[in-house]
């Protein structure tokens, strides 16, 4: 079973992907944007993930999403997720992280869609670009300082979120798979709250086979 799971950057996807693995050890998870950085970074001279959208031509771009599908479309396991994004902002605009001939390559059988209070993806933003060094949480080593985060309105994380819808339905129509939207906008009554119910949801999703 091949799952996709999409966010907007920085809402707390990863934590969520971790905790996923940390209560079901036999899922593999792969980072599209970590292949794309290790496949781009040489050639195109990059420091870190975010350079990927922000330094590399639509031309250039193109040609590492090709090699990254193309790698990771290789991969055995029996349930492998794969994180990554639909919609990618660009200084030329939102780009299609998974276009059409990506999705044929890859062959999803579900497709995941995490949404958040735009409030809480901006806290978070906030809490990566504050970070001096990897953060010990009791999930697990999952926060890592990030140099760049995109600190955006709330209206234009939003206006992101419902972009991914757009773009979920054009992927769940092209690889004839489902497409599930997980609302995690409720308040938070705990830490990791939002964490452990959008693993809860994936992890029910992968008992539904």
């Known amino acids: 079973m091949k799952i996709i799971v999409v966010s907007v950057?920085?809402?707390?996807?990863?934590?969520?992907?971790?905790?996923?693995?940390?209560?079901?050890?036999?899922?593999?998870?792969?980072?599209?944007?970590?292949v794309m950085f290790e496949l781009a970074k040489k050639k195109f001279k990059l420091k870190d993930r975010d350079e990927i959208r922000k330094k590399l031509s639509i031309k250039d771009w193109k040609y590492v999403q090709g090699l990254t599908a193309k790698k990771i479309s290789k991969i055995k396991s029996k349930i492998l997720i794969i994180d990554t994004h639909l919609a990618l902002k660009s200084p030329h605009g939102y780009f299609p992280g998974l276009p059409d001939y990506i999705v044929k390559l890859i062959k999803p059988d579900r497709l995941?869609?995490?949404?958040?209070?735009?409030?809480?993806?901006?806290?978070?933003?906030?809490?990566?670009?504050?970070?001096?060094?990897?953060?010990?949480?009791?999930?697990?080593?999952?926060?890592?300082?990030?140099?760049?985060?995109?600190?955006?309105?709330?209206?234009?994380?939003?206006?992101?979120?419902?972009?991914?819808?757009?773009?979920?339905?054009?992927?769940?129509?092209?690889?004839?798979?489902?497409?599930?939207?997980?609302d995690l906008r409720f308040k938070q009554k705990k830490s990791y709250e939002q964490a452990y119910k959008g693993a809860e949801k994936i992890i029910e999703e992968l008992k539904n086979d």
């Open 112 to 182: 995941i869609v995490l949404e958040f209070n735009p409030d809480d993806v901006l806290a978070r933003r906030k809490k990566d670009l504050k970070l001096k060094k990897p953060e010990s949480t009791e999930i697990g080593t999952i926060r890592v300082p990030r140099k760049k985060r995109d600190i955006e309105t709330k209206k234009a994380i939003e206006e992101h979120q419902k972009i991914n819808r757009e773009y979920a339905y054009v992927v769940g129509n092209v690889a004839n798979c489902t497409v599930k939207i997980i």
């Open 9 to 34: 950057p920085g809402a707390g996807k990863s934590t969520i992907l971790e905790l996923v693995k940390k209560k079901v050890p036999r899922v593999k998870i792969v980072s599209v944007g970590d």
